[in-house]
């Protein structure tokens, strides 16, 4: 059974500092893999998806990567801004399962 | 406006009280899903559909039952709700399949059981 596992739970940084969130999921054999966002008590949003075959993906500021045979995905955001705090999710597609990992919350204090 | 839909976003009942959480979405999406998301445990797939009258199990389908007969719509239905289901449930849907494609969530239901 796919588990996945995000650390840390919890990251509290200055604005403006580069951060990298972290991935790992126990089955190696995926079709992709894909970061959320959740604002509280609000829906997910996708940020980026990356197929199996890719080794990472971009959008503005934030960068994933997929390391499919050691089982990893980092997601970094760059010069990071008080309202980019939310809870941050990385889902593995496996089988016919998305399986998500418990999620990272982060606070950028101004 | 590309969305997920879900109603309502917040219901309170009471055990055994049948109930219908409602899921529609205007994308032309074959596969939906429903998911609950409770603290400690993370989000849990309840059940998936891949296109219409296609539907199958996740991770935690007990006392729950879908119905796909639209391809717009996926109705969650709790015919006797418990206490344990008190939870947040989302919606999702995906273009194609799950395998290659981004999943686009509601903005949740808030569900309290008393």
């Known amino acids: 059974k796919q588990e996945v596992t995000q650390i840390p739970a919890a990251l509290s940084v200055p604005e403006g500092e580069n951060l990298v969130l972290n991935c790992s999921f126990t089955d190696s054999a995926i079709y992709n893999l894909q970061w959320f966002r959740q604002d509280p008590g609000k829906g997910l949003t996708s940020l980026l998806l990356?197929?199996?075959?890719?080794r990472e993906q971009t959008s503005g500021r934030l960068n994933a990567s997929l390391d499919k045979s050691s089982g990893r995905s980092t997601l970094y955001i760059a010069a990071s801004q008080p309202g980019d705090s939310a809870t941050y999710l990385c889902a593995v597609t496996s089988g016919s399962r998305l399986t998500f990992g418990e999620g990272t919350q982060l606070t950028v204090n101004p | 406006e590309a969305q997920v839909t879900q109603n309502p976003r917040y219901l309170i009942t009471v055990t055994g009280k049948k109930l219908t959480v409602t899921c529609s979405q205007n994308m032309n999406h074959e596969y939906m899903s429903w998911y609950r998301q409770d603290p400690g445990l993370g989000l849990r797939q309840i059940y998936y559909?891949?296109?219409?009258?296609?539907?199958d199990k996740g991770d935690v389908p007990e006392g729950y039952k879908v119905s796909r007969k639209e391809k717009r719509n996926f109705p969650l239905i709790l015919e006797s709700p418990s206490p344990n289901q008190t939870s947040l449930y989302f919606c999702?849907?995906?273009?194609?399949?799950?395998?290659?494609?981004?999943?686009?969530f509601g903005p949740g239901t808030r569900l309290t059981v008393l």
């Open positions: 999702a849907s995906s273009l194609g399949g799950l395998l290659y494609n981004e999943q686009f």
């Open positions: 990356i197929q199996s075959s890719q």
């Open positions: 559909s891949m296109n219409v009258e296609v539907t």
